[in-house]
């Protein structure tokens, strides 16, 4: 291997562990050594244009970085096509293997508590996480994390399993989505092989286990996890839950489990605000670009502001924006970003005045049910004749398409977030001792979903 390619293979190394595996394996991968140098320039060769016009636009600065740390010469490197080569005998350089990052049991050790952004939303959550990362089995058992979809319950959960890992890596970490335990214990009581299914789940230090709302229904799968809960908890082996809703909302999933669930502690990650999700950006912006600065502030308020209730939307987003501008070759602005995002913020716009719609019907519905004006219930008059239906329809929009508090607040006369989330509770707490409200209730729902009901 010559000098220069040994230069490459080390700086390759420290961009594996500076950049996720995604970005990793995506864009330097394919770059496995040098072709030439000449003029204080070591030549890379890549597969296209795109790839170069990203590692030119993206990374260049890092690479040139780790060149002066890595040698004491002047060297830059430049990233070309085999079109703009003149021929001639390229440099030979083994194969190299990536030694990516390996971790048992199924995990992902990309997620790790280092790189969870942590905003007033998670806050709580993140600090319990890692007193149980620090302390499995002794602190909080099980934790029970719930929230809606994207807002980083799964990277929490993993980064709790990587902590163990990471200060004892013969610690047995398990995560398993709930239908993937669906599935084992499917195919492995079929099989007549439960000795096999109880040696994966038994045999474990800690059980992670994602999505476990998914279980609802599957009344054979959940026997067998309430014997498998039981089994673990009375170990003392540390049991973590992720889910989209508290454990006493769960549908279809038997209470023997959900009150096995609310023994530990309960955590929620709530919506980021706008602040938090523009720190989301840039750390994100880390692990995609060395250049993070050249990044407009008001071009990541902008994503920020359009993408507000899905990180996972949120850093999508980011990185459309990034790669429209890398293959057009345009700088980041306000305008190209907005070129770029206009098929999404079309589809979302569509989708909010669908769902705005809804809270209209939904509004319109309980109001004609309960024969008040839809003035009435959106309005500040305390009377108890529309208060209950005002809370009726706030738990009702809540329930179904389960939005901020905020949000809902601002189609009740901007009330704040503490008076939705007080009125969605007591009516949820009603509707199992009034048989009176749960009827009524039920036949706003039966009104709404018939598309016929103005």
């Given at each position: 291997?010559?000098?220069?390619?040994?230069?490459?293979q080390?700086i390759?190394?420290?961009l594996?562990?500076?950049?996720?595996?995604?970005?990793?394996?995506e864009?330097?991968?394919?770059?496995?050594?040098?072709?030439?140098?000449?003029?204080g320039l070591?030549y890379?060769?890549?597969p296209?244009?795109?790839?170069?016009?990203?590692?030119n636009?993206?990374?260049l600065?890092?690479?040139n970085?780790l060149a002066?740390?890595?040698?004491k010469?002047?060297?830059?490197f430049?990233?070309?096509t085999?079109?703009e080569l003149?021929?001639e005998?390229?440099?030979?350089?083994p194969e190299?293997?990536?030694n990516?990052?390996y971790?048992?049991?199924?995990?992902n050790?990309t997620?790790t508590?280092d790189?969870?952004v942590v905003?007033?939303s998670?806050?709580?959550?993140?600090?319990?996480?890692?007193?149980v990362?620090d302390q499995?089995?002794a602190?909080?058992?099980p934790?029970?994390?719930?929230g809606?979809?994207g807002?980083?319950?799964?990277?929490l959960?993993?980064a709790?399993?990587?902590?163990?890992?990471?200060q004892?890596?013969?610690?047995?970490?398990?995560y398993?989505?709930a239908?993937?335990?669906?599935?084992?214990?499917a195919n492995?009581?079929k099989?007549?092989?439960m000795?096999d299914?109880?040696a994966k789940y038994?045999?474990i230090?800690?059980?992670?286990?994602?999505?476990?709302?998914?279980?609802?229904?599957?009344?054979?799968?959940?026997m067998e996890?309430?014997?498998l809960?039981?089994?673990?908890?009375?170990?003392?082996?540390?049991?973590?839950?992720t889910?989209?809703k508290?454990?006493?909302?769960?549908?279809n999933?038997?209470t023997?489990?959900?009150?096995?669930?609310e023994?530990g502690?309960?955590v929620?990650?709530?919506?980021?605000?706008?602040e938090?999700?523009?720190?989301?950006?840039k750390?994100?912006?880390?692990?995609?670009?060395?250049d993070?600065?050249?990044?407009?502030?008001n071009v990541?308020e902008?994503?920020?502001?359009?993408f507000?209730?899905?990180?996972r939307?949120?850093?999508?987003a980011?990185?459309r924006?990034?790669?429209?501008?890398?293959?057009?070759?345009?700088?980041l602005?306000?305008?190209?970003?907005n070129?770029a995002?206009e098929?999404l913020?079309?589809?979302?716009r569509?989708?909010?005045s669908?769902?705005?719609?809804n809270?209209?019907r939904?509004?319109?519905v309980?109001s004609d049910?309960?024969?008040?004006?839809?003035?009435?219930?959106?309005?500040?008059?305390?009377?108890?004749?529309y208060i209950?239906?005002?809370?009726i329809a706030?738990?009702?929009?809540?329930?179904q398409?389960?939005?901020p508090?905020?949000?809902?607040?601002?189609?009740?006369?901007?009330r704040?977030?503490?008076?939705?989330?007080?009125?969605c509770?007591?009516?949820?707490n009603?509707?199992k001792q009034?048989a009176?409200?749960?009827?009524?209730?039920?036949t706003?729902?039966k009104?709404?979903?018939?598309?016929?009901h103005k």
């Amino acid at each position: 291997m010559n000098t220069y390619d040994l230069l490459w293979q080390r700086i390759l190394t420290d961009l594996e562990s500076t950049f996720n595996e995604e970005t990793y394996v995506e864009v330097f991968e394919p770059l496995k050594s040098t072709h030439k140098y000449a003029n204080g320039l070591v030549y890379v060769l890549v597969p296209n244009e795109f790839i170069k016009n990203r590692v030119n636009r993206l990374y260049l600065s890092k690479i040139n970085e780790l060149a002066v740390k890595h040698h004491k010469e002047n060297i830059r490197f430049k990233f070309v096509t085999e079109s703009e080569l003149i021929p001639e005998e390229t440099l030979v350089s083994p194969e190299r293997n990536l030694n990516l990052k390996y971790r048992p049991g199924n995990m992902n050790a990309t997620y790790t508590f280092d790189n969870f952004v942590v905003g007033k939303s998670n806050m709580f959550a993140f600090r319990m996480a890692m007193k149980v990362a620090d302390q499995p089995g002794a602190v909080a058992n099980p934790l029970y994390v719930f929230g809606d979809v994207g807002l980083g319950k799964t990277h929490l959960m993993q980064a709790i399993g990587n902590y163990i890992l990471d200060q004892d890596l013969n610690q047995k970490v398990l995560y398993v989505k709930a239908d993937g335990f669906i599935e084992d214990f499917a195919n492995l009581l079929k099989r007549e092989k439960m000795d096999d299914f109880n040696a994966k789940y038994r045999d474990i230090d800690v059980l992670l286990v994602d999505d476990i709302q998914i279980m609802g229904g599957a009344s054979k799968t959940q026997m067998e996890f309430f014997k498998l809960f039981d089994f673990l908890y009375q170990a003392n082996k540390q049991i973590v839950i992720t889910s989209d809703k508290p454990a006493a909302d769960l549908k279809n999933i038997m209470t023997r489990l959900t009150s096995r669930f609310e023994v530990g502690l309960t955590v929620d990650i709530q919506v980021p605000d706008l602040e938090h999700r523009i720190e989301i950006l840039k750390r994100k912006l880390t692990t995609e670009t060395s250049d993070i600065h050249d990044i407009p502030n008001n071009v990541l308020e902008f994503i920020a502001s359009s993408f507000v209730t899905n990180i996972r939307e949120l850093e999508g987003a980011l990185k459309r924006v990034l790669f429209y501008c890398l293959a057009n070759n345009l700088e980041l602005t306000i305008e190209t970003a907005n070129e770029a995002l206009e098929p999404l913020l079309k589809t979302k716009r569509k989708s909010d005045s669908l769902n705005e719609n809804n809270y209209d019907r939904i509004q319109s519905v309980v109001s004609d049910f309960y024969g008040i004006s839809l003035e009435d219930l959106i309005g500040k008059k305390r009377h108890s004749r529309y208060i209950l239906p005002r809370h009726i329809a706030m738990y009702l929009i809540k329930n179904q398409y389960n939005i901020p508090y905020k949000t809902i607040g601002g189609l009740f006369g901007d009330r704040d977030h503490s008076t939705v989330l007080a009125a969605c509770e007591k009516i949820e707490n009603e509707l199992k001792q009034d048989a009176s409200l749960k009827m009524a209730v039920d036949t706003i729902r039966k009104k709404l979903d018939n598309p016929n009901h103005k």
